[in-house]
């Protein structure tokens, strides 16, 4: 079967109706997402920070996922491909889409941290910062998110699975971001053939072997098709 790797952005779920971080122009309510998307912004103002999530999570819980998402579960569903879709979004409308094999490398809004234990449970709707963590019971709850700063998640299965693939396509990312923006270059070194589908060129687009532009629900099922 052919092993592709799928990197996506908040690009593929822009048109559910969540809105990109370049679209907001890197702010919420006039603050640079990341000063708020940090350790920093978390321990200078958890409750500003907590809102912030607390925001997106009610956004993403009351968006759909797309054509773009159910193209992906689809391909994964084909019998033909191993597809690992690499996510930078924090947002769950790959899973509600229908993928299986996800890795959230930048965390989920679903999901709660203890700052203490590393404990790990279902984040409530409305996270109040630092609630006592259940197994703990230290003051130390925080979203599983990685901020600015962090180690994303998982760095080592994928940079794996990026040298083992056949095919690397990144769907809805500006490539401003690293270790994400980086894996262009990761899979090309491997000679893993490159495919970029976004809105429009991004910041690696000329790493890329090929490029199809314009909105992810008419290229990404055009592509799968
Ligand atoms: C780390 C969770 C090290 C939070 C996020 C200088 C140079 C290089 C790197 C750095 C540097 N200074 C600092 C760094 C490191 C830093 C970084 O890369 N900074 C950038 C700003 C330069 N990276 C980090 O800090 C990472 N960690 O490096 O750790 C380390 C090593 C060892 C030990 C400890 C630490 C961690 C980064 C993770 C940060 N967390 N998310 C949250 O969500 O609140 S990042 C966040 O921003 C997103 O997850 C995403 O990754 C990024 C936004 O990018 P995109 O998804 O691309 O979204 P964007 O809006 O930018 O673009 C949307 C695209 O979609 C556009 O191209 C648009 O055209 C397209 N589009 C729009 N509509 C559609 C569409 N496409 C198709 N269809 C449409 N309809």
């Known amino acids: 079967m052919a ?39 978390w321990s200078r103002d958890p409750a500003l920070v907590a809102r912030f999530y607390n925001a997106r999570r009610a956004a993403a819980a009351a968006a759909a996922p797309n054509a773009a998402h159910r193209a992906l579960a689809a391909l994964e569903a084909d019998g033909r491909h191993e597809v690992l879709v690499v996510t930078q979004n924090v947002d769950d409308l790959h899973e509600r889409g229908g ?7 930048h965390g989920t809004l679903t999901g709660a941290l203890c700052h203490a234990c590393a404990h790990r449970w279902p984040a409530p709707p409305e996270m109040a910062p630092n609630d006592p963590c259940p197994a703990c019971g230290a003051r130390a709850t925080r979203p599983d998110i990685v901020w600015f ?73 055009a592509w799968v098709r």
Do not use: C, Q
């Open 3 to 41: 092993k592709i790797v799928i990197l996506t952005g908040a690009g593929i779920s822009a048109e559910s109706g969540i809105r990109t971080f370049r679209a907001s122009d890197g702010l919420w309510e006039e603050h640079r997402i990341e000063e708020v998307a940090t350790p920093e912004g």
């Open 99 to 105: 993928s299986r094999n996800v890795i959230h490398m």
């Open 149 to 221: 700063g962090e180690m994303p998640y998982r760095m080592e299965e994928i940079w794996e699975a990026l040298r083992a693939a056949d095919l690397f396509v990144s769907i809805g990312t500006s490539g401003n971001v690293y270790p994400a923006a980086g894996f262009v270059a990761d899979a090309g070194h491997a000679g893993v053939p490159t495919l970029e589908l976004n809105l429009e060129p991004s910041a690696g687009t000329r790493l890329f072997d090929a490029a199809r532009h314009g909105p992810a629900t008419e290229v990404v099922p």
